[in-house]
């Protein structure tokens, strides 16, 4: 059977992952900036006591799956989503999901994803892929992050779908059902639900570690970095959290320009509320972490090194988390119309 | 960041791929621009690498010296830390850290062996003797 499905290149895997298998019931209307928004993506975090490949764990968007389940929720789209024990029962699960005209999201780890270049190839288990097809024992996959198509052998599909580490993905699969189209009104209702959230996720957890605070307190952390670690390690923390913030197709600024483009989406769909204000603060915080990434890279390239040029990157950061604070509470206080 | 300021530095990746930013056109729109790399970022995941390479010269030379069992070698090798080779294998982690040891890893029995291959995509020939077959 074919599936009726259309591969779009997409920044962030997930939200690209969200707005393609919503294309058909949204008749296009979910981009991936409104789904990456309605999802409440955009987050930050710095996990204590965890470590990532030998570095710190720095999080700037939410944990893998929050954005597909986020956007259907609120448009009001039931969801089905299964994680497995067994590689059969996911296998013949896939299978059947394709056999009544499904396209499914999959959570697959990176590190045996035949297609990417071994430089990317990490543990990194919260890749989102569809796959919208199966001919004979090769699956069609579509990568949000690729320009094209991909084919996957049973193996190569199970052996990602069945990768292990931190947030193993155990076969993790999930799709919306079909019914009734998205109405516009449905949209307008999630884009504000989006919002609110995500002010909550950014403004309202305690203890320092997530949201505007978190980056403060980052911030405040890389200054001590140099006497602390010494140069070596230090450079090789800010290159990990240069990496994070980039992962793939950010354009540097930690999803921030996807953000500014969701608000400057969700402005044409509320007018009146200056959502397109606060859209150009948001490109102005992903300009500002993009300096703070140059800066980095000047350290970790081992041209500059002094202790006045770790002051100069905390204080990006001290500033980045000022003006995202800013722009946050602004859209706390909407009083939407 | 403005449209035409879209990174255009060639990463590996885009060798295989461009990648989707969102960037603004001259009237302030968000429009997608695609950009075959960034420096910054080519030169963070060097250091990534870098970084990778001197743990596995040094695992090599703890194997070599007798300080350590190839499974440290091949931990480093394919980027695994004792949780992830846990997960795969199914061993708990103080048995690895047992295992970590020339000793216990000389007695250990094909079976077990075969376990450790498997998770490093390996055959246990190459395990024992810390060879290495580029994939």
């Keep these: ?337 | 960041m403005k449209k035409d300021e879209v990174p255009q530095d060639l990463s590996s990746l885009g060798k295989i791929t461009k990648e989707v930013c969102y960037a603004t056109d001259s009237t302030g729109k968000y429009v997608t621009e695609l950009s075959s790399g960034w420096d910054v970022k080519i030169k963070a995941l060097d250091v990534a690498w870098n970084d990778i390479e001197k743990r596995i010269e040094s695992a090599r030379a703890q194997v070599l010296n007798n300080q350590a069992s190839p499974l440290l070698f091949f931990m480093e090798y394919r980027l695994m830390d004792i949780s992830i080779l846990a997960d795969y294998t199914g061993f708990w982690k103080w048995q690895i850290k047992k295992h970590l040891k020339p000793t216990a890893f000389n007695h250990l029995p094909d079976k077990k062996l075969q376990k450790y291959a498997a998770a490093f995509n390996i055959r246990v020939e190459d395990l024992k003797n810390m060879t290495v077959h580029e994939d």
Aim: charged letters at 25%.
């Design chain 1, 1 to 337: 059977m074919k599936i009726e499905f259309e591969h779009r290149q997409a920044a962030h895997c997930e939200s690209g992952v969200t707005s393609n298998l919503l294309r058909i019931s949204s008749q296009g209307k979910i981009t991936e900036p409104l789904a990456f928004g309605i999802g409440a993506g955009l987050f930050f975090a710095y996990i204590p006591f965890m470590k990532i490949n030998n570095g710190p764990a720095i999080a700037f968007r939410t944990l893998p799956g929050h954005i597909f389940n986020r956007t259907c929720k609120s448009l009001g789209i039931p969801v089905t989503r299964k994680k497995f024990r067994s590689t059969e029962k996911a296998e013949a699960f896939l299978r059947a999901s394709l056999d009544n005209g499904h396209p499914v999201g999959c959570q697959v780890g990176v590190y045996y994803l035949p297609y990417f270049p071994k430089e990317y190839r990490f543990h990194f288990n919260a890749h989102n892929l569809i796959v919208y097809g199966r001919e004979q024992e090769n699956y069609l996959v579509s990568d949000p992050i690729m320009e094209g198509t991909n084919i996957l052998d049973r193996y190569q599909l199970e052996r990602v779908r069945f990768a292990k580490g931190a947030l193993a993905p155990n076969g993790h699969i999930y799709y919306p059902e079909k019914g009734a189209d998205i109405t516009d009104e449905q949209i307008k209702k999630a884009i504000k639900s989006g919002i609110k959230k995500n002010v909550r996720n950014m403004l309202g957890i305690p203890f320092g570690f997530a949201g505007v605070k978190g980056i403060k307190n980052t911030g405040h952390k890389i200054k001590k970095w140099r006497d602390k670690l010494g140069l070596q390690k230090a450079g090789s923390y800010l290159a990990q959290m240069v990496r994070m913030q980039e992962e793939i197709g950010t354009g540097g600024g930690g999803f921030r320009y996807i953000y500014a483009a969701f608000l400057q989406e969700a402005d044409a769909w509320l007018p009146g509320n200056g959502l397109a204000e606060v859209s150009a603060m948001f490109t102005q915080a992903g300009d500002l972490w993009r300096t703070a990434a140059v800066q980095a890279a000047g350290i970790y390239k081992g041209r500059i090194s002094s202790q006045r040029d770790f002051d100069l990157m905390g204080d990006y950061l001290i500033g980045i988390a000022e003006l995202e604070k800013e722009a946050f509470l602004i859209l706390k206080k909407i009083k939407w119309n």
